[in-house]
Nanobody
C-alpha cells in the first residue's frame, strides 16, 4: 500500500532551521508531484511548497526565500529545508503526493509537528 512517512519535525527557536523528510513507498515516485502542506490550530490546511516530477518548484509567499523543497528520486524522498523559522510557521506539516496524469491518485502522510518558540 501507499505510505508517506514524514520525519524531522520538532521544537526550534525563532531564527532556527529544520529539515523535514518524506519517504514514499508503494508509488512510482518519479511520476508524482510532491508537496508540503501545513495546518495550524484553528486554520485551514495550506500549501507550503510543491515540486513537480520535473523538479519545478512553487512556494507560498509566506515562505519564499526561507524554505526550499527538493526531491531525490533515487531515494523516493522529498525534503523541505526550513530556515529563519518564525513562530507563525508553527503547524503540523503534511507530505502530499499527486500523480501527474491521474490526479485522483492523491496521497497524504500522517503529519509531523513543527513548533517555533523561544
Amino acid at each position: 500500500q501507499v505510505q508517506l512517512v514524514e520525519s524531522g519535525g520538532g521544537l526550534v527557536q525563532p531564527g532556527g532551521s529544520l529539515r523535514l523528510s518524506c519517504a514514499a513507498s508503494g508509488i512510482m515516485f518519479r511520476f508524482y508531484a510532491m508537496g508540503w502542506y501545513r495546518q495550524a490550530p484553528g486554520k485551514q490546511r495550506e500549501l507550503v511548497a510543491r515540486i513537480t516530477s520535473g523538479s519545478s518548484t512553487d512556494y507560498a509567499d509566506s515562505v519564499k526565500g526561507r524554505f526550499t523543497i527538493s526531491r531525490d528520486n533515487a531515494k523516493n524522498t522529498v525534503y523541505l529545508q526550513m530556515n529563519s523559522l518564525k513562530p507563525e510557521d508553527t503547524a503540523v506539516y503534511y507530505c502530499n503526493a499527486q500523480h501527474v496524469v491521474v490526479p485522483s491518485r492523491n496521497y497524504w502522510g500522517q503529519g509531523t509537528q513543527v513548533t517555533v518558540s523561544s
